[in-house]
């Protein structure tokens, strides 16, 4: 089991005095505890042996590692520091607390923000960055690639809990790669080669699109060809049938959103599939939210990520390589589902994500 756990953290406006230019500038509000809550359930996956001199000291000391800011800007230098994580408020909290962060980007961290959380179980070390929300609090301009990134990071990670979220660690790679859309190089922060070297240990395979994959999707290295003697055609009926999906998994596309694809509408259903929006890693992945049912060169397209369906308004994009393959016909056309249930928001801002790193490869 990997020694990473992610999460993440809304801010309240009682976190702001965490961020000393912040705490300047919301005044009163920002409170007195220079602390970021950690949620109990958040806290015990973290430490899951706490020792007993932890816990009478009700204190924990953790490395913390974070960027630096220089004016508005955040650095790519990473700023290594100790600080407790102290049980607080009548023994009921645990809070990150030390001396107020510096920087004026830090200045600008509001109520509503995000903060990305990365923890070593191992060395006890924290990483983490904020991700700014909308822009019409005071004091403050977001950029429109941030708003938007956060926006997708609130689909994707759904309802939270005490305004926090654990994330699983297929999510937590989903959060990396949005994030990196604004800081390209906060997987080193958040030790994204680590969550992947400790997935792929336990036999979790990864999907990477590879340099001469991206220049062309389609291209594929034939194997040389052997015939082989027999009637394969039955054969070819179970690939099909397997491709279509497995049966139980299409049924419940089926009876949920009718017999159709739900890209182009076509209704010759044998050559409609079930399409995993949230790539299958077991048995839970078949949840109908978590499907599709596509035409089979759509469901293609669609696992190569070279077709994205964004999370709120359920409108198709196309990378311009499929746009200029005769399907811009399909650019800016709606889902079709039943107006009484939908797909997965959160599976959906998943595979957004990988859509968008795609268009910008």
């Not at 959380?117 to 941030?146: H, N, V």
């Not at 959060?175 to 997987?187: C, D, H, M, R, T």
């Amino acid at each position: 089991m990997s020694n990473l756990s992610y999460a993440v953290r809304q801010l309240v406006d009682s976190n702001l005095s965490w961020f000393l230019e912040s705490r300047n500038t919301v005044g009163e509000r920002a409170g007195r505890e220079r602390a970021i809550n950690i949620n109990k359930v958040v806290f015990n996956e973290w430490f899951p042996a706490l020792t007993e001199l932890d816990r009478n000291a009700k204190k924990v000391d953790v490395q913390c590692r974070y960027y630096s800011a220089v004016g508005s800007e955040l650095t790519n230098r990473i700023i290594t520091e100790s600080r407790p994580i102290r049980l607080q408020g009548g023994d009921k909290n645990w809070r990150l607390a030390g001396d107020a962060i510096e920087g004026e980007f830090y200045g600008t961290i509001r109520s509503g923000d995000l903060m990305v959380m990365g923890f070593d179980k191992s060395t006890r070390t924290l990483s983490w960055l904020c991700i700014r929300g909308t822009s019409g609090q005071p004091y403050r301009a977001i950029p429109d690639l941030e708003s938007e990134v956060y926006q997708n990071l609130l689909s994707l990670l759904g309802k939270s809990q005490r305004s926090m979220w654990q994330l699983k660690d297929g999510q937590a790679l989903d959060v990396i790669e949005q994030v990196k859309l604004i800081y390209p190089n906060a997987g080193d922060l958040l030790m994204q080669s680590q969550l992947e070297l400790a997935l792929r240990s336990e036999g979790v395979v990864l999907k990477y699109i590879d340099a001469d994959e991206a220049a062309s999707p389609f291209s594929v290295e034939l194997p040389e060809y052997f015939p082989i003697a027999g009637d394969r055609r039955q054969r070819a009926m179970r690939e099909i049938r397997l491709r279509r999906g497995q049966p139980e998994f299409r049924k419940k596309l089926r009876r949920q959103y009718g017999d159709q694809c739900m890209i182009s509408g076509c209704n010759l259903i044998d050559v409609v599939e079930a399409a995993h929006i949230s790539p299958y890693r077991g048995k839970e992945d078949n949840n109908p939210s978590n499907g599709l049912l596509l035409r089979a060169d759509l469901h293609t397209i669609f696992d190569l990520d070279l077709l994205g369906i964004h999370p709120n308004t359920l409108e198709i994009q196309l990378h311009p390589i499929v746009m200029n393959a005769g399907y811009s016909h399909f650019s800016n056309t709606r889902l079709i589902h039943p107006t009484t249930v939908r797909p997965s928001q959160a599976a959906l801002a998943s595979r957004w994500v990988q859509f968008q790193m795609r268009l910008r490869a």
